[in-house]
């Protein structure tokens, strides 16, 4: 099958033009298409706390053991296998809704109603009765979230050129990080409203076997009921998105051609897509996967266990919410900004190894806050210099990832790359929390710290050679 010319390109392909000013540069954030992918961005934010970091506080708190918390963040791998089913997204119409909406925004509406219809089983169900339902639920989340980001990937890159590809993540980000205090401050300040009088609590505590001053046992101070209203308030908290997709309209896209028959289809669905890539970038595909495959991985291992280890530390709801809720996400906006401006300016593959200095670095004030015992002033600044190094690293790695992709196979390439950036961190974070039982939290954050080692070798090497890369975006 013919496919359209592929114009060789550089990430930094930009550079080689006259720099924007800063007056247009900012005024990027403000078009049309950045301030919908603000909004998509939420709707793509909210899922992913609520079956890892928000799930793993409430199964702490509802007593489970570190270590069987940490192999349910596998529910997780579900994003790091995406690009199984990217294609059946890529090129598959759903019945009447395609027809009525168009390619993307029907699949973008299809997989946010199933969100909110999980969300409300999680909502239901108690972890210490029915902890099969809350991972069965959580699933769903996953699968039906990470088919959201194939279908809002492919979005975010036909609905501008490559080079504003880094205002649209940065706004992005943006959506998706206020998300997730939403869903990370929210749920918990929500849950912490919605539990019953302390009176009442402190009777659960006595008769669970604690005495006065004496830390409570696990479970004993759960309220399940409180949790039901928080997962609920966050299922409608996705027509957010519905809203969006429902007011916007389908990019322009390339024309797909016609197959035959059913291995016509497979071809192009599935290997051509993959063909490519491997085509377009040779022997360096093999450096720019492993690249991708590592690049988050010091921030992805240890983020299973943070929200455990504010439960242990002694930190309340009420701090982790404002703390590592609201002060860092805000944070993590601001190093958004800051990669996305800078990606702009000084080119992708710089600020890809910024962030990933500062990425693992950021590690090693969580092994010093593990020994520093329960300080809120301490939490904001180790929270702050993480997410800020988060938002810098992120921006500048969805616009790399972005430039690798050929817009005739954006959804399912994207997802190949997206899930590759999953899969590795995700598998090995499954034994973060038997890896604290043995070893304890502060050995467990300066491992993730030397984790980062081999990326910045990874990204030294992605620059020595000369890779072409995707097609530019559809106008």
Known sequence: MNQPSVTPASPDTHAATPRPSWGETLRAYLEPASLRMFALGFAAGLPLLLVLGTLSFRLREAGLDRTTIGYLSWVGLAYGFKWVWSPLVDRLPIPLLTRAMGRRRSWLLLSQLAIMVALAGMAFADPRAHLDTVVWCALAVAFASATQDIALDAYRIESADAAHQGALAATYQTGYRLAMIWAGAGVLWLAARAEVAPVAAQAAAALAGTVEGAKPAPGALYQNAAWTTAYLVMAASMLVGVVTVLFSREPAQVALPPSRNAAEWFRGAFVEPFADFLK???????????????????????????????????????????????????????????????????????????????????????????????????????????????????????????????????????????????????WLAGYSGAFVDAYDYPTFFTATALLGLPVLVLIWLATRVSSPAASPAAP
């Open 280 to 426: 377009r970038y040779g022997t360096h595909a093999v450096l720019i996967l492993a690249l991708i495959g590592v690049y988050r991985i010091s921030d992805v291992v240890m983020g299973i266990m943070a929200n455990p280890f504010y439960v242990d530390m002694g930190y309340t709801k009420d701090e982790v919410a404002a703390v590592t809720k609201v002060y860092g996400v805000i944070m993590t906006l601001v190093g958004a900004f800051i990669g996305g401006a800078l990606s702009l300016r000084l080119g992708v593959m710089r600020v890809l190894m910024l962030g990933a200095i500062l990425s693992a670095a950021s590690n090693l004030l969580f092994a010093w806050l593990a020994g520093h015992g329960h300080d809120v002033t301490a939490l904001i600044a180790v929270v702050s210099a993480d997410n800020l190094s988060a938002g810098v690293a992120s921006a500048a790695f969805i616009a790399y990832l972005s430039s690798l992709t050929n817009v005739s196979y954006s959804a399912t390439q994207y997802a190949l790359f997206s899930s590759m950036m999953l899969l590795a961190p995700k």
